[in-house]
């Protein structure tokens, strides 16, 4: 699942400024929130998951260490009694915007930390924002982006739960995707909030 629109989503769409003036490297989107429009995405598709009576609620919500992708599965996983653990092998891709540069734990876990683990989170600072940028050889096939998806599939595979809810990032699920090439719709982009459903294997990278 792709977190619901945050505020750079909505001003890279309105503001004529955007790009000219460099709006997303400003310090104004670190960590960007959820818009009231997002909050009201992700409260639709929990009611949407509410209604539909053969969803069967994941065992476990996994989310990206940024605070979008912590407010969307709150308010989606709203009211299933589930479990919620972040990882930053989830996060979106690691370069130079500034929504993708995530606060704090001690920040997050003052904001969420009531029912999101964050025990997978080791560094207090953003320690792979300055230490890892993924953007060679080009930003929708990053070596490195590419290499992060695979351990998190591995790390996916490892764990015991069988119904696994991930609330991540469209370039993120982009390369995640790729590394099924059998299946290319996985890999479009996704819209803010838009949940897709897959049985991943990770033994091949053919394999789904």
């Given at each position: 699942m792709r977190?619901?629109?945050g505020?750079?989503?909505k001003h890279a769409?309105?503001?004529?400024?955007?790009?000219?003036d460099a709006l997303g490297l400003t310090e104004a989107y670190r960590d960007a929130r959820l818009t009231p429009v997002g909050e009201g995405q992700a409260?639709?598709?929990n009611a949407e998951l509410a209604a539909n009576a053969t969803f069967a609620p994941?065992?476990?919500v996994v989310v990206s260490t940024l605070t979008r992708t912590i407010q969307t599965a709150a308010l989606a996983?709203?009211?299933f009694d589930v479990p919620f653990e972040a990882t930053e092998l989830c996060r979106e891709r690691i370069a130079d915007h500034e929504c993708d540069h995530r606060r704090t734990r001690a920040a997050l876990e003052a904001d969420f930390g009531s029912f999101?683990?964050?025990s997978n989170v080791v560094d207090d600072d953003d320690a792979l924002w300055t230490s890892r940028k993924e953007v060679e050889p080009d930003e929708m096939a990053a070596t490195l982006c590419s290499e992060r998806a695979a351990d998190f599939l591995a790390w996916l595979a490892a764990r015991p739960e069988p119904r696994v809810a991930v609330v991540s990032h469209w370039v993120f699920l982009k390369h995640l995707f790729a590394l099924y090439p059998a299946f290319p719709e996985l890999a479009e982009n996704f819209r803010n909030a838009e949940l897709r459903v897959a049985a991943i294997s990770a033994r091949r990278n053919d394999e789904l």
């Open positions: 977190h619901a629109e505020w750079h989503n769409r309105e503001l004529p400024n955007w790009h000219a409260r639709a598709l994941p065992d476990v996983f709203e009211g999101v683990d964050f």
